[in-house]
């Protein structure tokens, strides 16, 4: 039954598209992320560190959620946190920092417990409930000792470089005592694996109702398929706050927040990453309301957060005239039309919106605004995918050249083989790196430039079912979301 509304009433509703704001494209820093911020269903167990590892790919809200956690507990008196990143890291001097006697990803376990266990002490030190004021004291001391600024990782790094990877410590902590039995004012110096052990006997032995949150985002700084040693840096990343956690678990509430795109963490090889199955959250998003991950619902909110509409829960139907008369046949809705557009990602249906929004028009959305905003949506939407692909596929840009030349929207493996061949820096690549073309179609099919379309006529993309296989012969089809940019037919 449809609700009567007064004259009155309905001009308290608005329903013009162009009013409503839809954040910036980074999720870091956006200051009204509240207002609009679609809770995961782990959400809650994420802040009680029952999931501690967030996978997905660019643009899935990875980031979104640590702000929001950010937000929840900045400035409450029980709730400590410390966000680290790798941008601008120097990863050569990680490297340099290595265990040479162990193998693989151990020898960069020590190096990254060490940093960890340096950024908890220091929120430990600010926190005026821990009890066993001893240990504190010598926590605080150590850290002044050795990383007096307090800039976090970076300095730490430069500080164990300069000193060859040793820490001053007090002579009580290795348990010795001068002539006089005064070692407080003794110091000597020890491998920064040393003051890992000692580090964590001083923080057992600390209590307190506090809870500690380590973040870890934006380690995709400087990724590369071919950086193998980089690979090992992160597994051993993975492994050391998985052994920190595990070993203070039980004195300290410590909530690691680790955040990872879904390319990079499927290129780590390692069995210790299977142990972790429960404690990870694969960020996978579907378009129909109401369900997990929707991104109808995240559409909403947007729209909720900045217009009083007639019907909240259809918020996107109240500001868009979604079954237009000139859509083109046989797509149904404007929202059909929009999400297929996209990776069914946020950042992606956001950006079209804003795309939208930036054409003078008023009331409701129309298709006509729509088709406008597709050429810059779709300039924005491949380079997206460059940004992903260009680390793990260094002829990316020709192969697409090669799909852009084809002139077709859908192609089989002979035609598309064609026309690679003409191009010489591809044969180059697939001579050198003993490669096929079907090797290069199955990365950009991973990375959904294009998809399966089966013989009777159903399209298959791999960011639809993370589990798709590539198949070469069936016929191929581009993701409708660069069509425009290719300037070719879609399917």
């Excluded at 956690?69 to 340099?96: E, T």
């Excluded at 110091?187 to 694996?193: D, K, N, Y």
């Excluded at 890992?196 to 985002?217: A, G, Q, V």
């Excluded at 809705?333 to 028009?361: A, H, L, Q």
Aim: with cysteine.
């Amino acid at each position: 039954m449809y609700k009567r509304y007064s004259k009155e009433n309905k001009q308290r509703f608005q329903s013009n598209f162009w009013d409503i704001y839809w954040g910036p494209d980074e999720a870091k820093g956006d200051d009204k992320l509240n207002s609009y911020f679609i809770e995961i269903p782990e959400y809650n167990k994420i802040k009680t560190g029952e999931y501690r590892y967030i996978i997905g790919r660019k643009g899935t809200g990875k980031t979104a959620i640590i702000e929001r956690l950010k937000s929840d507990i900045h400035g409450k008196y029980n709730f400590f946190y410390k966000y680290m990143s790798l941008k601008s890291f120097p990863i050569q001097s990680l490297r340099g920092m290595k265990d040479k006697s162990q193998g693989d990803k151990s020898q960069f376990v020590p190096i990254w417990t060490f940093l960890v266990l340096i950024e908890l002490s220091k929120l430990i030190i600010q926190d005026q409930m821990a009890e066993s004021s001893d240990d504190i004291i010598d926590l605080s001391q150590f850290i002044k000792s050795n990383f007096p600024s307090n800039l976090g990782f970076h300095e730490t790094i430069k500080s164990l470089e300069s000193s060859e990877n040793k820490v001053s410590i007090f002579t009580k902590w290795l348990g010795l005592e001068d002539k006089t039995g005064n070692s407080k004012e003794i110091l000597t110096q020890v491998h920064f694996q040393k003051a890992n052990e000692i580090l964590f006997e001083l923080i057992k032995r600390i209590n307190s109702k506090c809870t500690y949150y380590l973040f870890f985002d934006e380690l995709d700084e400087g990724y590369s398929i071919g950086d193998k040693g980089l690979n090992l840096l992160l597994l051993a990343l993975f492994r050391a706050i998985e052994n920190i956690y595990l070993e203070l678990k039980h004195q300290l509430k410590i909530r690691p927040v680790l955040a990872l795109r879904s390319d990079i963490f499927e290129n780590l090889e390692d069995n210790d990453l299977n142990k972790l199955d429960d404690f990870i959250i694969n960020l996978r998003w579907t378009t129909e309301s109401k369900s997990k991950y929707s991104l109808l619902d995240l559409i909403n909110a947007r729209i909720n957060a900045s217009l009083k509409v007639q019907d909240p829960d259809n918020a996107w139907e109240c500001v868009s005239f979604n079954r237009d008369e000139t859509l083109p046949y046989p797509v149904k809705s404007i929202w059909d039309f929009m999400y297929n557009r996209t990776f069914e990602r946020p950042r992606d249906i956001v950006k079209f919106m804003k795309i939208c929004g930036k054409f003078n028009y008023r009331g409701k959305l129309g298709f006509q605004a729509v088709k406008t905003a597709e050429i810059q949506y779709s300039e924005w939407f491949y380079k997206e995918f460059r940004d992903e692909i260009q680390s793990h596929l260094s002829i990316w840009q020709e192969a697409t050249q090669s799909i852009i030349k084809l002139g077709k929207g859908v192609f089989t493996l002979d035609e598309i083989k064609f026309e690679m061949d003409k191009d010489s820096a591809i044969k180059t690549h697939l001579t050198s790196n003993n490669k096929s073309h079907v090797d290069i179609l199955e990365v950009l099919f991973n990375f959904g430039l294009i998809g399966n379309l089966s013989d009777s006529n159903r399209w298959f993309f791999k960011y639809k079912d993370h589990n798709l296989p590539f198949n070469p012969d069936h016929k191929m089809l581009v993701h409708f979301g660069f069509t425009r940019k290719f300037r070719i037919r879609p399917y």
